[in-house]
T-cell receptor, first 119, second 116 residues
């Protein structure tokens, strides 16, 4: 079974440019999460989809970040315009579906991450 | 609010030594889940273990063992007879059941370097 995949693996862009990251979750996993790790800091939650719906986007840093999950399959995370502080590794994770409104504690399977460098 | 603290930033050991990675957590929930993930040099996060707050039994899986103690809010991870392939960054994480969903709160990670 294929794991979580992310594209690209590495992106280098200039400040002010736009970048779109893609995540393909494990087939059948309704839950899709985006996380980010800025150098030397914790991995921080960005947002959570259940199927195509955003359930929690409390971790999104600002309105320069836009996440979508059309059709409840793959997800994209667009940064526009990118700033220097957006540099980091962006992880996507997916987990099995569970009861709405209750944490299942199901383990999240992570992708390899996309390393974003904004210069 | 929940918090996970991994006080050890980096640990260096020689092969075959035992090593313990510390994890201390804070949560107001009575029901929660604790996790350990491994991040090898290739970059992906590899799931190692999940523990729920009602199960304080220690767990052993090969050379890996975990010690969960609610009294001290700790979930420590021990590698016995370490090997070079164990070199990685290890993350401890917490998920609160009553927050509604399974979002993870991570510690800063501990980098383990095992030399031959």
């Amino acid at each position: 079974e294929a794991g979580v995949t992310q594209f690209p693996s590495h992106s280098v862009i200039e400040k002010g440019q736009t970048v779109t990251l893609r995540c393909d979750p494990i087939s059948g996993h309704d839950n899709l999460y985006w996380y980010r790790r800025v150098m030397g800091k914790e991995i921080k939650f960005l947002l959570h989809f259940v199927k195509e719906s955003k359930q929690d986007e409390s971790g999104m840093p600002n309105n320069r970040f836009l996440a979508e999950r059309t059709g409840g399959t793959y997800s994209t995370l667009k940064v526009q315009p990118a700033e220097l502080e957006d540099s980091g590794v962006y992880f996507c994770a997916s987990s099995q579906p569970g009861r709405v409104g209750r944490s299942t504690g199901y383990e999240q399977y992570f992708g390899p991450g996309t390393r974003l460098t904004v210069t | 609010a929940q918090k996970v603290t991994q006080a050890q930033t980096e640990i260096s050991v020689v092969e075959k030594e035992d090593v313990t990675l510390d994890c201390v957590y804070e949560t107001r929930d009575t029901t929660y889940y604790l996790f350990w993930y491994k991040q090898p040099p290739s970059g992906e996060l590899v799931f190692l273990i999940r523990r729920n707050s009602f199960d304080e039994q220690n767990e052993i899986s090969g050379r890996y063992s975990w010690n969960f103690q609610k009294s001290t809010s700790s979930f420590n991870f021990t590698i016995t007879a370490s090997q070079v392939v164990d070199s990685a960054v290890y993350f401890c994480a917490l998920s609160e059941a009553l927050s509604g969903y399974s979002t993870l709160t991570f510690g800063k990670g501990t980098m383990l370097l095992v030399s031959p």
